[in-house]
Nanobody
Framework: QVQLVESGGGLVQAGGSLRLSCAAS????????MGWYRQPPGKQRDLVAA???????NYADSVKGRFTISRDNAKNTVYLQMNSLKPEDTAVYYC???????????????WGQGTQVTVSS
């Protein structure tokens, strides 16, 4: 069993910063890619940023230059530093771990429970 536990969401004024963390725990051998998705009210869930075990990153165009994703492979933890936040960044942010190889030698994807980020104008 693998679990993802997110933290760091909250309420912030426009222009402010937040840092999200997501720690994966359980019978993990390796994780290929970790990332963050977000889902605004009434809209679909979209990729915000992702990072591979080798450190390659990709970002949604809307967050480039403002958000930074990083990862601690030894701790199976991914971070999302969000700066210059805008009201349109308001959403539930979900952590994703893709290509998780567990001790049963199975590959699976996992999702966190989501954390609310609200940016006031």
């Amino acid at each position: 069993q693998v679990q993802l536990v997110e933290s760091g969401g909250g309420l912030v004024q426009a222009g402010g910063s937040l840092r999200l963390s997501c720690a994966a725990s359980g019978r993990i051998i390796s994780i290929n890619r970790m990332g963050w998705y977000r889902q605004p009210p009434g809209k679909q869930r979209d990729l915000v940023a992702a990072i591979t075990s080798g450190g390659s990153t990709n970002y949604a165009d809307s967050v480039k230059g403002r958000f930074t994703i990083s990862r601690d492979n030894a701790k199976n933890t991914v971070y999302l530093q969000m700066n210059s936040l805008k009201p349109e960044d308001t959403a539930v942010y979900y952590c994703n771990a893709a290509g998780v190889l567990n001790t049963s030698l199975r590959l699976r994807d996992y999702w966190g429970q989501g954390t609310q980020v609200t940016v006031s104008s």
